[in-house]
């Protein structure tokens, strides 16, 4: 039997990336998913969105493991979408076990002072509200089954410390840490253990952007992938510039699974040693 036979996973984000990823690895492991994305570009982010096609994708490589899987385009700022995409997974699933808090966006670099409006309230509504909405649709699933579960957030190691040029995602990072610390005590009568994951970069999309380059070498005019990696390196205790996605899976899959079952209350790094260097 699997880690996570016979559950119920919940992921946001899931067209690619780190979203994909998390389906996969727990689908591998004997879990169904309800998986929901935006599918369509985010006002002044810096890199191409996911596609419906991408989510489909997600879908077939999830269905080839030989499990179920229920994908549905949704946006995490619209609390009606998100509930209705969790309330049908459940129908069609018959239980939920396993929450990813997962969509995000990294926005772009700028000097806090010179952050526009829109993009400030933007970044919080996704990447801070965006968890909270995701998550207080599985709640009542969750406790109503009696099953206990796991809530896992990802958040970045940008929630555990400061980054200079992009206060706007420090913030909302450091915000869901707050918000799963209160989730971990307020479910905790229900078994439901929340905890969060504190990533280093990931080579994903979300990094792998013109964007993301400059905002690591501001010294150069075009900084190339190498560049970044060179920059990034500089960050991390062990000598890499980033973890793949299947890393971060790899720890929610430990914390979603029985293994982890007193564990709850944790911002885990997955880092290379990012926040002790």
């Known amino acids: 039997m699997g880690r996570v036979e016979g559950k119920v996973a919940f992921i946001t984000g899931a067209a690619r990336g780190q979203g994909r990823s998390h389906a996969i690895r727990l689908a591998q492991e004997g879990a169904d998913v309800i998986a929901i994305d935006v599918c369509e570009a985010i006002p002044e982010n810096p890199y191409d969105?996911?596609?419906?096609?991408?989510?489909?994708?997600?879908?077939?490589?999830?269905?080839a493991l030989d499990r179920r899987i229920i994908a549905t385009k949704a946006?995490?700022?619209?609390?009606?979408?998100?509930?209705?995409?969790?309330?049908?997974?459940v129908a069609q699933l018959g239980r939920l076990d396993i929450v990813s808090a997962n969509a995000g966006?990294?926005?772009?670099?700028?000097?806090?002072?010179?952050?526009?409006?829109?993009?400030?309230?933007?970044?919080?509504?996704?990447?801070?509200?965006?968890?909270?909405r995701s998550v207080k649709a599985a709640i009542p699933h969750m406790r109503e089954a009696g099953n206990g579960g796991s809530i896992v957030i990802t958040s970045s190691d940008a929630g555990l410390?400061?980054?200079?040029?992009?206060?706007?995602y420090v913030s909302a990072k450091h915000g869901v840490i707050g918000l799963m610390r209160t989730l971990a005590l307020e479910l905790a009568p229900d078994?439901?253990?929340?905890?969060?994951?504190?990533?280093?970069?990931?080579?994903?999309?979300?990094?792998?952007?013109?964007a993301i380059y400059r905002l690591f070498r501001p010294d150069l005019e075009a900084p190339t992938k190498q560049d970044f990696a060179d920059a990034a390196?500089?960050?991390?205790?062990?000598?890499?510039?980033?973890?793949?996605?299947?890393?971060?899976?790899?720890?929610?899959?430990?914390?979603?699974?029985?293994?982890?079952?007193?564990?709850?209350?944790?911002?885990l790094p997955v880092d290379a040693g990012a926040a002790v260097k």
């Open 49 to 63: 969105p996911a596609t419906e096609e991408d989510l489909a994708e997600t879908v077939r490589q999830v269905e």
């Open 75 to 89: 946006d995490v700022r619209d609390f009606a979408q998100v509930r209705a995409a969790v309330d049908e997974g």
């Open 105 to 132: 966006i990294s926005g772009r670099p700028n000097k806090s002072q010179d952050i526009p409006d829109d993009e400030w309230s933007n970044m919080l509504d996704i990447n801070l509200s965006g968890v909270w």
């Open 161 to 168: 410390f400061a980054y200079e040029n992009i206060s706007h």
């Open 191 to 210: 078994m439901i253990r929340v905890n969060a994951i504190c990533p280093t970069t990931v080579d994903t999309d979300m990094v792998q952007n013109e």
């Open 233 to 267: 390196s500089q960050m991390n205790a062990l000598p890499i510039p980033w973890v793949e996605a299947v890393d971060i899976s790899n720890a929610l899959l430990f914390l979603a699974s029985d293994e982890a079952r007193y564990i709850t209350g944790v911002a």
